[in-house]
C-alpha cells in the first residue's frame, strides 16, 4: 500500500493517520496473490513516520511432511520507522539513514507498506509447516499420503543392530 504523507509531515509531532488495509500482493514470494487486511497506524514523531500494522491473509503453504498444500492464517504485525528523503519544509534531500535496512520515505512523501508487510509476512510463516500437528506424513517406500489411510507396504523391517534402539524408545 502506497500512502502520501506530505500532510501528516507538515502536522505536528503526535498526529495521527488510521488506514485500513484490504489488498492482494504476493507477500511470501511464491507467486500467488494473497489479501491482507487489517489496519494500519501512522504516527509522526519527532524524526519519522512510525508505522504500525495488525493484518491477516491466509496463505497456502506446502506441508513438511506430507507435501499437501493447506491454508495457513498469518498474523502479520509490525511497527516501523520510515524516515524522510527529502525535507518537507524545503524540498532538499536529507542525509540517508544510518541505519542501511531502515525503512524510507520516497522524495515523493510517500510511504510504500509493501516491502515491510512482505518482511514481516515470510516472519510469520512457520519454519516447519505441518497440515495438522498429527500429520501421518507420506510412505517412504511407496509414497502413499498415510493422512488417507495405510498403505500396502509390509511392515518395516528393523536392521537387528537397530532394534535394542527401537525397544527404548
Ligand atoms: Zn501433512
Ligand atoms: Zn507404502
Redesign the pocket.
Known amino acids: 500500500m502506497e500512502i502520501n504523507v506530505s500532510q501528516l509531515l507538515q502536522e505536528p509531532i503526535g498526529s495521527i493517520r488510521d488506514y485500513q488495509v484490504d489488498e492482494a500482493a504476493d507477500i511470501i514470494g511464491d507467486g500467488n496473490k494473497y489479501t491482507t487486511r487489517g489496519e494500519c497506524h501512522l504516527l509522526r514523531t519527532q524524526r519519522s513516520i512510525l508505522v504500525k500494522c495488525a493484518l491477516n491473509a491466509d496463505v497456502e503453504l506446502t506441508?513438511?511432511?506430507?507435501?499437501?498444500k493447506?491454508r495457513h492464517p498469518l498474523k502479520i504485525n509490525f511497527e516501523e520507522e520510515f524516515l524522510p528523503t527529502v525535507d518537507i519544509a524545503s524540498g532538499t534531500p536529507l542525509p540517508l539513514p544510518e541505519e542501511t535496512s531502515a525503512f524510507t520515505i520516497d522524495e515523493h512523501h510517500n510511504i510504500d507498506t509493501a516491502e515491510a508487510i512482505r518482511q514481516y509476512a515470510l516472519m510469520a510463516v512457520p519454519m516447519k509447516a505441518?497440515?495438522?500437528k498429527d500429520?501421518?506424513?507420506l510412505c517412504q517406500k511407496c509414497g502413499k499420503?498415510l493422512?488417507q489411510g495405510k498403505c500396502d507396504c509390509p511392515a518395516e523391517e528393523i536392521d537387528p543392530r537397530w532394534s535394542a534402539l527401537t525397544k527404548l524408545q
Open positions: 506441508c513438511n511432511r506430507c507435501l499437501s493447506f505441518l497440515c495438522r500429520c501421518a506424513g499420503n493422512n
